[in-house]
């Protein structure tokens, strides 16, 4: 046990909002999760399901800013499932927060088995694998937090489909490079789709988009100004403050 905590370090995020217990090694908690975080939409009383939702990041600092929201955390890895519900409990937000270990990709019948009925959600929230298969991570974890296959965007959105509910919203955060894939992957099932770029630095190729879509919208597509987390002299924006560690939200409504 105690080599297993050696390999584990404790790490505040959003200011100090959210303490994350998260491994050295691997995957680790980074802007993404919770720039995600801040363009989800959610509102109280409604339910959200985070997909791929490692140690907790994105899903906790949603729920942390909703007394009455109900979040569902979905991971595959079962250290990190665990890593995830001991994260809830430790911000106090076990109470509304459950954790399910099971593939994001599974059929709909093995989703409903485990609790996640179709139709039932209002908010899905992802950070899906992005990272080409030919380019694997030699850490195990890593590599399964990162690798992306050929189906894993329409996997993903596939699933977010089936778990929402008419005009329900789904929120995600991709490499920019790949927006064309995200858009291809959305048309099936959702409409009305904004899109965020971020950017590292002005003068710079955007790095992350950032997208929300609602299920059987036929509304035309917005594309937004950017928002970037430098500026020329690589110091942190105000905006960017705002929502790395004041827990500001980012909007996404067209």
């Not at 509304?96 to 485990?114: K, N």
């Not at 899905?124 to 030699?138: E, I």
Request: charged share 20%.
């Amino acid at each position: 046990m105690a080599a297993e905590q050696a390999r584990l370090s404790e790490d505040a995020v959003l200011g100090g909002r959210l303490v994350l217990r998260q491994p050295l090694k691997g995957h680790r908690v980074g802007h993404d999760a919770i720039l995600l975080a801040a363009a989800s939409s959610a509102q109280p009383g409604e339910r959200v399901v985070d997909l791929g939702a490692g140690v907790g990041a994105a899903g906790l600092a949603v729920a942390s800013r909703h007394e009455n929201l109900t979040m569902t955390l979905v991971e595959i890895d079962p250290a990190l499932a665990a890593l995830a519900r001991e994260n809830a409990a430790r911000n106090g937000l076990a109470d509304r927060v459950r954790i399910l270990c099971i593939d994001v990709a599974a059929a709909p019948a093995a989703l409903a088995a485990a609790g996640l009925a179709a139709g039932a959600t209002d908010h899905v929230l992802m950070n899906p694998p992005f990272n080409a298969p030919q380019n694997p991570s030699p850490d195990p974890g890593r590599r399964l937090a990162h690798a992306a296959t050929r189906d894993t965007l329409a996997q993903w959105t596939r699933t977010a489909a089936c778990l929402l509910r008419p005009a329900g919203i789904v929120t995600l955060i991709w490499r920019a490079d790949g927006l064309d894939a995200v858009l291809a992957a959305l048309t099936a099932n959702f409409g009305a789709v904004v899109v965020l770029p971020v950017y590292a630095k002005p003068d710079a190729p955007a790095i992350r988009v950032l997208v929300r879509g609602v299920k059987a919208s036929c509304a035309p597509l917005t594309l937004l100004p950017g928002f970037f987390l430098a500026d020329e002299e690589g110091r942190s924006t105000p905006e960017a403050e705002a929502v790395l560690r004041e827990g500001a939200w980012l909007s996404l409504a067209p």
